[in-house]
């Protein structure tokens, strides 16, 4: 589109919002979820293109939740992730673009605030929350002054 002189308008990459949940098992998926983000970062900030990479979680009618129904279930009820209207989400992307020079990568997904904080102790999150804590401790980097 630059050699032809005809620049686009919108560069939008959808991301899953998995990348955001440090989950271990997936990594070879959230590298290349995040090489969206960073794409996104790169073409706004470097280039000055534009670029906007919004992480989804399940949507309805589309993506990889929309073929493996069981997926979603499972997700709901360790997590409590809910499908998202499509309706929705392109009412939050037309917010978000306003918004795209400070928040370029937006994360959008609906939760059950109940479930996960229910089942927070057991989220790949939280065990790494704890991991760290309890290594700043051991190293005793707490005693030390500024």
């Not at 955001?20 to 995040?34: F, I, M, P, R």
């Not at 929309?66 to 309706?87: A, D, I």
């Not at 918004?99 to 370029?104: E, G």
């Amino acid at each position: 589109t630059q050699l032809l002189h005809a620049p686009i308008h919108f560069f939008i990459m959808f991301p899953s919002v998995r990348n955001h949940l440090l989950e271990v098992a997936s990594a070879g998926y959230n590298a290349g979820n995040q090489f969206l983000d960073a794409l996104a970062h790169y073409r706004f900030a470097k280039l000055n293109l534009p670029a906007f990479s919004i992480s989804l979680s399940a949507v309805s009618g589309a993506g990889m939740f929309h073929r493996h129904k069981e997926m979603l279930s499972t997700l709901s009820v360790t997590q409590g992730f809910e499908l998202m209207p499509t309706v929705t989400v392109f009412e939050l992307i037309k917010c978000f673009h306003y918004t795209q020079k400070i928040c370029p990568c937006p994360v959008i997904f609906a939760v059950n605030c109940q479930i996960l904080h229910r089942k927070y102790s057991t989220l790949a999150t939280s065990y790494l929350t704890r991991i760290v804590g309890a290594r700043y401790k051991e190293m005793k980097f707490d005693q030390i002054s500024a």
